[in-house]
């Protein structure tokens, strides 16, 4: 365990824990809040899915948005990375592609704030079981 030597250190440390007890409390009921996966397999952090992750994470967590934002491994669409999917409470999942950090804000400021799709879904080619 590392030690703490100043105000800052404790600082940092109490925003550590406070930040993994937010997404412990999350996951008690994920399915009562909007789910955003981000496909962080090579092709899509090659892509640029690592500054879309960033930009999802910090947006959210800036307006306290009752949203959980992971990381995935590839959903299968290489030629529209990055990805992101979204699951809103209730609906089917929607995938977005070729998702930069701009594209990112659309969609939490339009579809997951307002409901309205937006250019990029790729469409459903495949069914859950």
Do not use: W
């Not at 996966?37 to 947006?59: D, P, Q």
């Not at 999942?93 to 990112?104: L, S």
């Amino acid at each position: 365990m590392e030690k703490i030597k100043s105000l800052d250190d404790l600082r940092k440390k109490r925003q550590e824990l406070e930040s993994q007890l937010r997404l412990r409390e999350k996951s008690n009921a994920p399915e009562s809040l909007v789910q955003i996966k981000v496909a962080m397999a090579t092709c899509g952090i090659a892509a640029g899915a690592r500054a879309v992750m960033n930009t999802l994470i910090e947006r959210t967590a800036a307006e306290a948005l009752p949203v959980i934002v992971t990381q995935t491994g590839c959903m299968g669409y290489c030629h529209s990375e990055p990805t992101v999917e979204v699951h809103l409470p209730g609906k089917e999942a929607v995938v977005f592609g070729r998702v930069d950090a701009r594209k990112a804000i659309d969609i939490i400021e339009k579809y997951i704030k307002r409901g309205e799709l937006l250019d990029g879904i790729i469409p459903q080619n495949y069914e859950r079981i």
